[in-house]
Nanobody, 126 residues
């Protein structure tokens, strides 16, 4: 059973914006990480952005400058503000949590992200 609940996906034209939300079961500790991964049809899952309980954020090269990750003061909800969306941003977006190891977007550490949501679809049309 997923412990993370995503919301906010949808369909928008290119250049549009969406805001994704992810609610976790407990506050994010300073050295824990929550983030967003995405997977398009026929492609491997890739890291998009992540943030620690301490507020340090990382971004993938493909979204740097367009997406912003943030968390609420209670540290139970993480947001992904996506601006200037492109057709190549279309994918299933998954919220994930990484315990006690800080944040990394390196795909070789994919299996260290132990908790996942069920995903929310983002579709960007041309």
């Amino acid at each position: 059973q997923a412990q993370l609940r995503e919301s906010g996906g949808g369909s928008v034209p290119a250049g549009g914006s969406l805001r994704l939300s992810c609610v976790g079961p407990e506050p994010l500790k300073i050295n824990q990480c929550m983030g967003w991964w995405r997977q398009a049809a026929g492609k491997e899952r890739e890291a998009v952005a992540a943030i620690t309980g301490g507020g340090n954020a990382l971004y993938g090269d493909n979204v740097q400058g367009r997406f912003t990750i943030s968390r609420d003061n209670a540290k139970t909800t993480v947001y992904l503000q996506m601006n200037d969306l492109k057709t190549e941003d279309s994918a299933m977006y998954y919220c994930a949590r990484r315990a006690g190891l800080g944040c990394t977007l390196n795909a070789k550490y994919f299996r260290t992200w132990g908790t996942w949501g069920q995903g929310t679809q983002v579709t960007v049309s041309s």
